[in-house]
């Protein structure tokens, strides 16, 4: 079992800055993919960003290159991500994700793969 909580969401202005974290515990070492996923109420949920534990594996989605980073604290078990010059289009829940493996089809990462997911967090950005 792995255990995902979320925090950093709100509200900020376009082109500000707001900066996720995802506290992970229990079996996180089987869950090496660590992942961000984003949903609209009634839309499919869509991968930002992933990273693979131990890797250098790192995945963006086209949407949010150059402005979104992600990392790793390994000795805090924390997953961030850094969001830049949001603009009011990435308004949307946000999930964080735990997997086995990155899932990837055509060149997207994919919900399918993950395991588990956290409790969500939004990010609302306005013009």
Known sequence: QVRLVESGGGSVQAGGSLRLSCAASGDTYRNPCMAWFRQRPGKEREGVAA???GTSFTYYADSVKGRFTISQDNAKNTLYLQMNSLKPE???????AAAPYCSLIGGQIRAGGVTYWGQGTQVTVSS
Do not use: E, G
């Open 51 to 53: 990273v693979v534990t």
């Open 90 to 96: 990435d308004t949307y829940m946000y999930y964080c």
